[in-house]
């Protein structure tokens, strides 16, 4: 049997290297948390994968899953040696049998088998990054004592709702070695795991549990993974219904939970519409990495759009600028990060949108290096006619069709400029199709190549088909239009091209939990509380919105996803209103009852520029 085929191929760290600013946001994230860890955080630098004492589940794999093609993306050879470290550690671990994953259980039956697919996925990323032959073999003796373990001790827990992550590295040998047991243990996996589509079917979270009530089934990183189970498993079935049926899900967790950024909320379960309950950073992670499978398998160009948004607004977002402190949770609207005994998140803890080492839980502190070098790995992909450009930031790619050595550059400021300039070389002479994704926000793009200017009528992925001969340079104009976007609790949000804009508050970052041991600067834990006002209404003419916001172009820094450098900003007038604070959030929507007869002149700035922000506000009549 043959796997059916993706629409494009994702391309390797060998063939994509990031440039511009989206290479300087790789090398502040190596500064910071993601290239430290394993340096002081005992989860990682103590771990029973490394013959320590610390966790020994899913941490480490999670941790190298983005640290890995993050230090081969830098091309950084200290950081490639102990990845490398970790890697020989894993595969010197396993066991005859084929067993990878420490246990020290005494009754592997117990055994919550959800990190040995992790680990599995990370196993096939390292191949990709150094085509290590160890690997293959590795994969094969884990994946076997998989298919045997789940005879006898079924899927449960995690295991049991991420069950199609094991698709990952199942597909990767089985493309390589076409053996038929692992196609029977895709479907023992299948059958024993959790079976989303039929739960969405008759979906019971069309609103929040409430306080207190946990489940697997409205888990927020579980709803954010699962979205690639589908097409992942597509490629066996050829089931339309598992190919298509995503675009359901998605659209009931945006109507019910969605929020502006593009992800959905879940602190730590599904959390409805208001936008002070927040979204857990693991479950931005993965929605990203969902995102990234769904447009490599379907080749759909809306998959990007979101991709993009989540990217370039949740993603820096719940990162401190400098990438040393992250939240468990980002809102919103954020106007205060600080402890509570009884905070506004339904399952989480009081503490899980300070800014810190591990507010809350340490899965995400380990899993926070997964996204932005995915992202990066994500700017090109190859198609069967050619390439296909499938998120815009500065990046190139060097590879070769047939016999053909290509090179394609997209030098750009995107997403904070409209317009992606790209330099095409060829060895010689070759016709190939470079497909351009036009997003749907997009009103009038066009593409100006060879003198001449062409506009794009539609979106989706336009064309560009000719014989590439030298170097041929173009420019893809992505005009972003300011739009006001109707909210819930009659608030509104502003957005233009793939960016989200919030009012920034004044910061006073204040050090807490300075006695705990590992939170000493620069990994310490941060409260984070206003000093300016934020209780704003915005006067906005709806009928003449270009008139009622003046958009300014900033100089361009090294650290663009900060307040102080951002470089693009909106300026609105806006009144102050009642609002009212509630244990330690702005009320979800204000009371109304009082607006300043004042007019102040505000300035918003990109969503993840902000560390404390106003997103949703409501429209007053000026």
């Given at each position: 049997?043959?796997?059916?085929?993706?629409?494009?191929?994702?391309?390797?760290?060998?063939?994509?290297?990031?440039?511009?600013?989206?290479?300087?946001?790789?090398?502040?994230?190596?500064?910071?948390?993601?290239?430290?860890?394993?340096?002081?955080?005992?989860?990682?630098?103590?771990?029973?994968?490394?013959?320590?004492?610390?966790?020994?589940?899913?941490?480490?794999?999670?941790?190298?899953?983005?640290?890995?093609?993050?230090?081969?993306?830098?091309?950084?050879?200290?950081?490639?040696?102990?990845?490398?470290?970790?890697?020989?550690?894993?595969?010197?671990?396993?066991?005859?049998?084929?067993?990878?994953?420490?246990?020290?259980?005494?009754?592997?039956?117990?055994?919550?088998?959800?990190?040995?697919?992790?680990?599995?996925?990370?196993?096939?990323?390292?191949?990709?990054?150094?085509?290590?032959?160890?690997?293959?073999?590795?994969?094969?003796?884990?994946?076997?004592?998989?298919?045997?373990?789940?005879?006898?001790?079924?899927?449960?827990?995690?295991?049991?709702?991420?069950?199609?992550?094991?698709?990952?590295?199942?597909?990767?040998?089985?493309?390589?070695?076409?053996?038929?047991?692992?196609?029977?243990?895709?479907?023992?996996?299948?059958?024993?795991?959790?079976?989303?589509?039929?739960?969405?079917?008759?979906?019971?979270?069309?609103?929040?549990?409430?306080?207190?009530?946990?489940?697997?089934?409205?888990?927020?990183?579980?709803?954010?993974?699962?979205?690639?189970?589908?097409?992942?498993?597509?490629?066996?079935?050829?089931?339309?219904?598992?190919?298509?049926?995503?675009?359901?899900?998605?659209?009931?967790?945006?109507?019910?939970?969605?929020?502006?950024?593009?992800?959905?909320?879940?602190?730590?379960?599904?959390?409805?519409?208001?936008?002070?309950?927040?979204?857990?950073?693991?479950?931005?992670?993965?929605?990203?990495?969902?995102?990234?499978?769904?447009?490599?398998?379907?080749?759909?160009?809306?998959?990007?759009?979101?991709?993009?948004?989540?990217?370039?607004?949740?993603?820096?977002?719940?990162?401190?600028?400098?990438?040393?402190?992250?939240?468990?949770?980002?809102?919103?609207?954020?106007?205060?990060?600080?402890?509570?005994?009884?905070?506004?998140?339904?399952?989480?803890?009081?503490?899980?949108?300070?800014?810190?080492?591990?507010?809350?839980?340490?899965?995400?502190?380990?899993?926070?290096?997964?996204?932005?070098?995915?992202?990066?790995?994500?700017?090109?992909?190859?198609?069967?006619?050619?390439?296909?450009?499938?998120?815009?930031?500065?990046?190139?790619?060097?590879?070769?069709?047939?016999?053909?050595?290509?090179?394609?550059?997209?030098?750009?400021?995107?997403?904070?400029?409209?317009?992606?300039?790209?330099?095409?070389?060829?060895?010689?002479?070759?016709?190939?199709?470079?497909?351009?994704?036009?997003?749907?926000?997009?009103?009038?793009?066009?593409?100006?190549?060879?003198?001449?200017?062409?506009?794009?009528?539609?979106?989706?992925?336009?064309?560009?088909?000719?014989?590439?001969?030298?170097?041929?340079?173009?420019?893809?104009?992505?005009?972003?239009?300011?739009?006001?976007?109707?909210?819930?609790?009659?608030?509104?949000?502003?957005?233009?091209?793939?960016?989200?804009?919030?009012?920034?508050?004044?910061?006073?970052?204040?050090?807490?939990?300075?006695?705990?041991?590992?939170?000493?600067?620069?990994?310490?834990?941060?409260?984070?509380?206003?000093?300016?006002?934020?209780?704003?209404?915005?006067?906005?003419?709806?009928?003449?919105?270009?008139?009622?916001?003046?958009?300014?172009?900033?100089?361009?820094?090294?650290?663009?996803?900060?307040?102080?450098?951002?470089?693009?900003?909106?300026?609105?007038?806006?009144?102050?209103?009642?609002?009212?604070?509630?244990?330690?959030?702005?009320?979800?929507?204000?009371?109304?009852?009082?607006?300043?007869?004042?007019?102040?002149q505000l300035r918003l700035i990109p969503y993840g520029c902000t560390n404390l922000r106003m997103t949703e506000m409501p429209i007053l009549d000026d």
């Amino acid at each position: 049997m043959i796997l059916n085929k993706p629409a494009f191929k994702p391309f390797t760290v060998k063939e994509i290297k990031p440039e511009g600013w989206l290479l300087n946001q790789l090398r502040i994230q190596a500064s910071g948390l993601s290239g430290n860890l394993d340096k002081f955080w005992p989860d990682i630098k103590d771990s029973k994968w490394i013959g320590g004492q610390a966790e020994g589940w899913e941490r480490v794999p999670y941790w190298l899953d983005g640290f890995i093609p993050l230090a081969w993306l830098l091309d950084d050879e200290d950081m490639m040696e102990r990845a490398t470290y970790y890697i020989n550690c894993i595969i010197d671990g396993q066991a005859e049998d084929g067993w990878i994953c420490p246990d020290d259980t005494g009754d592997r039956s117990r055994y919550d088998v959800w990190a040995k697919l992790l680990v599995l996925k990370v196993l096939v990323v390292y191949y990709e990054a150094t085509e290590d032959k160890r690997i293959e073999d590795v994969v094969r003796k884990a994946l076997k004592a998989l298919d045997r373990h789940i005879d006898t001790a079924p899927l449960f827990n995690w295991g049991h709702s991420r069950w199609f992550e094991g698709l990952i590295s199942i597909w990767w040998l089985y493309e390589r070695t076409e053996e038929g047991w692992l196609l029977d243990l895709a479907t023992k996996l299948r059958c024993q795991g959790f079976d989303w589509q039929a739960f969405f079917k008759n979906w019971p979270y069309r609103e929040s549990d409430g306080k207190g009530r946990w489940s697997y089934m409205s888990h927020v990183v579980n709803n954010a993974m699962m979205l690639k189970s589908g097409p992942l498993l597509w490629r066996m079935t050829g089931s339309k219904e598992d190919l298509e049926y995503v675009n359901e899900m998605v659209d009931m967790l945006d109507r019910y939970h969605g929020m502006v950024t593009g992800v959905f909320t879940g602190d730590e379960c599904l959390a409805g519409l208001s936008p002070v309950q927040g979204t857990e950073l693991c479950a931005v992670a993965e929605y990203m990495y969902s995102l990234e499978h769904l447009i490599s398998i379907t080749g759909e160009a809306k998959w990007g759009d979101r991709l993009e948004r989540i990217a370039y607004n949740a993603l820096p977002a719940t990162y401190s600028p400098d990438m040393w402190t992250h939240q468990y949770d980002q809102q919103v609207n954020q106007v205060e990060c600080s402890r509570q005994k009884d905070p506004i998140f339904n399952t989480n803890s009081g503490e899980s949108n300070l800014f810190g080492l591990e507010p809350n839980y340490g899965c995400c502190t380990a899993n926070l290096s997964q996204p932005w070098p995915k992202f990066a790995l994500s700017t090109f992909m190859r198609s069967d006619d050619g390439f296909a450009a499938v998120v815009y930031a500065p990046s190139s790619l060097d590879t070769a069709i047939d016999d053909t050595q290509v090179s394609i550059r997209m030098q750009t400021e995107y997403p904070f400029r409209d317009t992606v300039d790209f330099v095409v070389k060829t060895s010689q002479p070759k016709e190939f199709t470079l497909w351009l994704r036009v997003p749907e926000w997009a009103e009038s793009p066009s593409v100006r190549i060879d003198g001449n200017e062409t506009k794009i009528e539609k979106s989706g992925f336009y064309p560009l088909t000719r014989i590439w001969e030298g170097e041929t340079r173009f420019t893809l104009k992505l005009p972003m239009d300011i739009s006001v976007v109707p909210r819930s609790n009659n608030l509104f949000a502003i957005t233009r091209g793939p960016l989200v804009y919030a009012l920034p508050i004044e910061e006073d970052w204040v050090q807490i939990n300075k006695d705990v041991e590992g939170r000493e600067f620069p990994h310490c834990d941060y409260e984070v509380l206003p000093k300016s006002p934020w209780n704003y209404g915005l006067c906005i003419d709806r009928d003449n919105i270009e008139d009622s916001l003046t958009v300014r172009e900033l100089e361009f820094g090294d650290c663009p996803f900060s307040p102080q450098g951002a470089p693009i900003e909106i300026r609105v007038r806006g009144k102050k209103v009642d609002w009212e604070m509630e244990r330690g959030a702005a009320k979800p929507y204000p009371g109304m009852e009082w607006i300043s007869p004042q007019v102040e002149q505000l300035r918003l700035i990109p969503y993840g520029c902000t560390n404390l922000r106003m997103t949703e506000m409501p429209i007053l009549d000026d």
